[in-house]
């Protein structure tokens, strides 16, 4: 193995590391605490000026060791704007952002193997960058520095979703990620396909 692959290897280890330990810290969490964070950070969110002026966002469907979300998509569409939701591409890094039509739709939609709901396949809905591209990006992820980097769960969607929006009129989208505190950390190790984030909006109190 070259010098380069020993370093990707090393940087492949150390983000494995970090997972677990990320991980760990999530789960050590109690249910209320991680609402009581989730409310801070959606106070933050609600009240960012980059989220105000926005009128197409992009906004994930949480899991449980996640910054909860359906406040937030509540708002979405108490304010008038459009929502966009992933759908991910089985057995691939493939994901588009799909029109959604309400907050309530969420709950009829199909669950996938990650216990998290999206549209399904075969369902013909507006994807965000066919039309009118998108404004924001909240962003999920394990782990984040203050520098920006993210430590995604390995599989690329999100990485590779920012590298289409570039190809849109409209450009990249700025990038809002919702972290509990115990998800930040001193330096998260990236490679050159990881794009960095915006801003990580997180309990600094």
Same mark, same amino acid.
């Given at each position: ?11 492949w280890?150390?983000k ?32 960012h ?31 008038g ?25 969420i709950?009829?939609l ?17 994807? %965000? +960058? ?7 990006? !909240?962003? /999920?992820g394990?782990?984040? &520095? $203050? ?29 809002? %990620? +919702? ?5 930040i950390?001193? !330096?998260? /190790?990236?490679t050159?396909? &990881? $794009? ?10």
């Amino acid at each position: 193995m070259d010098s380069q692959g020993t370093n990707m290897a090393a940087l492949w280890a150390a983000k494995k590391a970090l997972r677990l330990d990320l991980k760990r810290r999530v789960a050590a969490l109690s249910d209320a605490e991680k609402r009581r964070q989730t409310a801070a950070v959606s106070r933050r969110l609600l009240a960012h000026p980059k989220y105000q002026n926005c009128q197409r966002v992009a906004v994930f469907l949480s899991m449980s060791d996640e910054i909860q979300t359906e406040d937030i998509i509540k708002d979405v569409f108490q304010c008038g704007k459009q929502c966009f939701i992933p759908r991910y591409k089985p057995r691939s890094n493939h994901m588009d952002m799909v029109k959604l039509s309400s907050a309530e739709e969420i709950h009829n939609l199909p669950l996938t193997s990650w216990n998290i709901h999206q549209p399904a396949e075969d369902v013909l809905l507006e994807e %965000a +960058l066919t039309t009118g591209g998108l404004d924001l990006i !909240l962003m /999920p992820g394990l782990g984040f &520095d $203050k520098h920006g980097n993210r430590l995604g769960r390995g599989k690329g969607y999100y990485d590779t979703y920012l590298e289409r929006c570039l190809k849109h009129p409209k450009g990249k989208p700025y990038t809002i %990620a +919702l972290a509990f505190k115990e998800q930040i950390c001193d !330096l998260v /190790p990236v490679t050159e396909s &990881d $794009k960095p984030i915006d801003e990580v909006l997180y309990e600094t109190s």
